[in-house]
């Protein structure tokens, strides 16, 4: 099984600020990296995939980078909005999928 | 509207099951891979299972297999887990999602999520 870490596992900002969220995983997955969004009482949401494209209707305010076992999510200017848990997907050891364990971004 | 409907979900004696469904509406079922992922009470996201458009190809996670059978009934655009033999392990906030692929290989992520509907085993 693939492990994805996350890190940090809360990170307190101010809006307008840019936030840099890491997951790392234990072996390679090429570029096979999802990201996603979910706000309290909410199902998740597809941020990123392929590691670094945008899903349909992400603002682009939302970027990624990143490839074999280091990725980024990048949010350029933190809107209200934005304040949720975010978790990253690898899914290169196909059908064994695995998550991170997420980075809470909160109102600091 | 493009969404998915799961129900099924509740309080459950360990040993006990359940069979959740998932009713999609706004897309094309039949075109689409789909999964089912869990999300353990304040905790991370957990993949549980995986089908392909027809039902003929099925995955699942170590945890679960051989006690969760994941199926799909085209006609009704409807996705089922029938989950046996369950522990407090697997209590958990169940999501139905859509794999966006639409070709002969699933992408493996997900774009589309239900609300969920939480399943709880107690005694």
């Known amino acids: 099984e693939i492990v994805m870490t996350q890190s940090p596992a809360t990170l307190s900002v101010s809006p307008g600020q840019r936030v840099t969220l890491s997951c790392r995983a234990s072996?390679?997955?090429?570029?096979?990296l999802a990201w996603y969004q979910q706000k309290p009482g909410q199902a998740p949401r597809l941020l990123i995939y392929g590691a670094s494209t945008r899903a349909t209707g992400i603002p682009a305010r939302f970027s990624g980078s990143g490839s074999g076992t280091e990725f980024t999510l990048t949010i350029s200017s933190l809107q209200s909005g934005d304040f949720a848990i975010y978790f990253c997907?690898?899914?290169?050891?196909?059908?064994?999928?695995?998550f991170g364990g997420g980075t809470k971004v909160e109102i600091k | 509207q493009v969404q998915l409907v799961e129900s099924g979900g509740g309080l459950v004696k360990p040993g006990g099951s359940l069979r959740l469904s998932c009713a999609a509406s706004?897309?094309?079922?039949?075109?689409?891979?789909m999964g089912w992922i869990r999300q353990a009470p304040g905790k991370g996201l957990e993949w549980v299972s995986h089908?392909?458009?027809?039902?003929?190809?099925?995955s699942y996670a170590d945890s679960v297999r051989g006690r969760f059978t994941l199926s799909r009934d085209n006609a009704k655009n409807s996705l089922y887990l029938q989950m046996n033999s369950l522990s407090a392990h697997d209590t958990a906030v169940y999501y139905c999602?859509?794999?966006?692929?639409?070709?002969?290989?699933?992408?493996?992520?997900?774009?589309?999520w239900g609300q969920g509907t939480l399943v709880i085993v107690s005694s």
């Open positions: 089908i392909n458009v027809v039902g003929s190809t099925i």
């Open positions: 997907q690898q899914y290169n050891n196909w059908p064994q999928l695995t």
């Open positions: 072996q390679s997955v090429r570029g096979d």
């Open positions: 999602a859509r794999d966006p692929s639409t070709g002969w290989n699933p992408d493996y992520y997900f774009d589309l």
């Open positions: 706004g897309f094309t079922f039949n075109d689409y891979y």
